[in-house]
């Protein structure tokens, strides 16, 4: 699995497609259709996502995630939760990602993984 991360707007999903040649009718956009397809884009609206249940069934994914936590701490409770879900969930899949990269103003930076060979 490799774990693609960044801000809103950021060029993750073009950045991906262009990496691997995916067309954009093979990106998912739900956790069901993740598991039969090989991109999986808007990770951070899926919170409770069980990734037991979505690696077992597609180990080899890519996720994109947008980052959440950066700037001003929301007032409304549910937001804060959301954004700590979010969070935590990252931290998860990055543990056990073999690539994680980060993507800020379309340029990827590695994080995990070999920064050289994308496979």
Request: proline fraction near 7%; glycine fraction near 10%; hydrophobic fraction near 40%.
């Amino acid at each position: 699995m490799i774990l693609i991360i960044g801000g809103a707007a950021q060029g993750k999903l073009d950045y991906v497609l262009q990496k691997t040649g995916y067309a954009p009718d093979q990106v998912a956009r739900t956790p069901e259709e993740a598991k039969t397809l090989p991109v999986f884009d808007g990770v951070e609206e899926w919170p409770d996502l069980d990734e037991e249940e979505l690696l077992s069934a597609n180990p080899g994914v890519i996720l994109i995630c947008d980052e959440v936590g950066c700037g001003v701490v929301p007032v409304d409770p549910a937001q804060r939760a959301w954004r700590e879900q979010v969070g935590r969930l990252c931290c998860r899949l990055a543990k056990r990602a073999e690539r994680v990269e980060r993507i800020f103003c379309g340029l990827p930076m590695t994080l995990k993984g070999d920064s050289l060979s994308w496979n």
